[in-house]
């Protein structure tokens, strides 16, 4: 079984007993990442029900070997996605990043997936210590799914021993999980071939000082709903430019040539003073943080203070941009992160939504589309089958008014050719 198909589960270290294994039924869990003194009649038990029982190395993403790493690509410091609400000690956090602020995963996927050449991408992070519910478990499967990754099935130790027990409400909460890992298999092998629709590409080698300001740019352009798609300097290809509004370059080096092709047939490039490019003119626009040139049929914005503020740097990049070409936008979304992905070579699209809070916004949450739709559909874990969504249509964009969320959803979107 390659690692490719497997569907893993954190086996808690408190479960000794081989019957515990009927809990796994039925599927989709194929795979045991088993404790280090896992006793061996276990451990025989699940290898003769063919689970896969494989020693994960687990590692920081900064610590990853992205040039020649195991497959699964085991990510062990991610965060539980949540909102996050303890408050601060005092002095310790301060401006827009401290907390209560999204602890989510999107932004550090996408990286990985765009550095993993195609190999499997597991992420998980330290448990929470609170017993989690079942909500709250479904959002942390189903953002790892959104991008294509996969985040073992966990259980808080308290629940795994009234699991044990035999405790119903235990067993009903379990039951759902794996219900919501059932309903994510189903739809993996179609969703996975979806790809990341974004106007905006950034750049960079993520190495040394440019590592940490990349992060830190794609984080607080997904906490913007700011689609931004990664992709290493060294293997930038025209292709990665196509239809691409704006390319974000991090690195102090100048940029590959590639960049500078797309700037001059009408691109935008943000960069730092030491990236710019020749021939440039000065634009009659004004920027407070920004010197602003025309290029060819494109633009440049040169960093005036370089990326000292990564929270302004998003900001910018979205105002500089233009919100008129989002391909999608999001109105009252709360704590509500979007991801939005296209099949390749059709006409549908899929949004997905994670609600961080797992509250429901205070007022009704629209998404609003400017390219012309024929219908849309609302999957959502449980539910059973999609269902429709009306269309309204305004001059020039179709808007969608959303149910509310507990955790996750997401809209598949047919796109309109008439």
């Known amino acids: 079984m390659p690692p490719s198909s497997w569907v893993p589960f954190d086996w808690p270290a408190t479960w000794h007993d081989p019957a515990l294994l009927r809990l796994l039924d039925p599927g989709p869990v194929n ?9 061996a009649p276990l451990r025989a038990a699940a290898v003769s029900k063919d689970y896969a029982c494989p020693d994960i190395p687990w590692r920081s993403w900064e610590e990853t070997d992205w040039r020649n790493p195991a497959e699964p690509i085991a990510i062990a410091d991610g965060v539980w996605p949540e909102l996050a609400s303890q408050a601060p000690a005092a002095g310790a956090h301060a401006g827009p990043t ?13 990286l990985a997936r765009a550095r993993a050449d195609a190999k499997v991408v597991w992420i998980k992070s330290p448990p929470p210590e609170a017993r989690q519910t079942p909500p709250s478990l479904t959002l942390a499967l189903c953002e790892a799914a959104a991008y294509g990754a996969r985040r073992p099935l966990w259980i808080h130790p308290d629940q795994a021993r009234a699991l044990a027990a035999g405790n119903a409400a235990a067993l009903d909460d379990w039951n759902s999980i794996l219900a ?12 996975s071939t979806c790809g990341t629709l974004a ?19 794609l984080n607080l352009a997904a906490r913007r709903n700011l689609a931004c798609l990664p992709v290493e300097s060294s293997r930038l290809q025209p292709a990665h430019l196509k239809d691409r509004r704006a390319v974000l370059y991090i690195d102090p080096q ?25 021939g440039l003119r000065p634009s009659r626009e004004l920027h407070p943080r920004f010197n602003l040139f025309d290029c060819g049929k494109g633009r440049l914005a040169v960093s005036k203070a370089g990326w000292d503020d990564p929270f302004l740097l998003a900001q910018d990049a979205h105002s500089l941009i233009s919100r008129r070409h989002d391909p999608i936008r999001l109105f009252n979304a709360g704590s509500i992160c979007l991801h939005h992905t296209a099949a390749p070579g059709t006409n549908r699209q899929l949004v997905h939504l994670m609600n961080y809070s797992r509250t429901a916004p205070a007022h009704q949450v629209v998404l609003q589309s400017w390219t012309p739709l024929a219908s849309a559909l609302l999957h959502q874990p449980g539910v059973g089958n ?31 050719h008439a």
């Open 31 to 39: 795979c045991l990442l088993l404790p280090p003194d896992t006793p």
């Open 98 to 110: 401290g907390l209560p602020w999204l602890d989510a995963n999107g932004w550090l996927l996408l």
């Open 180 to 191: 919501t890992a059932r309903w994510l298999e189903r739809r993996r092998s179609q969703w």
């Open 199 to 217: 106007r905006l590409l950034l750049v960079s080698d993520f190495a040394g000082p440019n590592q940490h300001n990349a992060a830190e740019a």
């Open 254 to 278: 100048p940029p590959p040539d590639a960049i500078q092709a797309f700037v001059q047939s009408g691109g935008l490039l943000l960069c730092l003073p030491s990236a710019a490019l020749s």
């Open 386 to 416: 999609p269902v429709p969504l009306e269309l309204h249509r305004e001059p020039g964009r179709v808007e969608l008014y959303l149910p509310p969320i507990a955790s996750y959803a997401a809209v598949e979107l047919v796109i309109s």
